[in-house]
Nanobody
């Protein structure tokens, strides 16, 4: 059974940091590109960051220089380190795994940036 379980969300003040984790099971994690998406109320889902199976990364312009995606294939986990958080980063962050024509989604974790 495929599972993507996100954790690490919460409430943080502007300028603060959070690290999100996505623990994967039920598929060959190392062969998949892993991504973080986010969706804020009344906004479309946005691709935040992606890391390929070869560990190449790409970021949305809005988070470049502040967020870092990395993976630990030994732990079947992908992370999103978020620094210098802004109120506009508030959203549900969802983990995604993709390979060939197969896509898996997690349930998401809420991140709220507010003073």
């Amino acid at each position: 059974q495929v599972q993507l379980v996100e954790s690490g969300g919460g409430l943080v003040q502007p300028g603060g940091s959070l690290r999100l984790s996505c623990a994967a099971s039920g598929f060959t994690f190392s062969s998949y590109s892993m991504s973080w998406y986010r969706q804020a109320p009344e906004k479309e889902r946005e691709l935040v960051a992606i890391i390929t199976s070869e560990s190449s990364t790409n970021y949305a312009a809005s988070v470049k220089g502040r967020f870092t995606i990395f993976r630990d294939n030994a732990k079947n986990t992908v992370y999103l380190q978020m620094n210098s958080l802004k109120p506009e980063d508030t959203a549900v962050y969802v983990c995604n795994a993709a390979a060939w024509r197969t896509v898996y989604w997690g349930q998401g974790t809420q991140v709220t940036v507010s003073s």
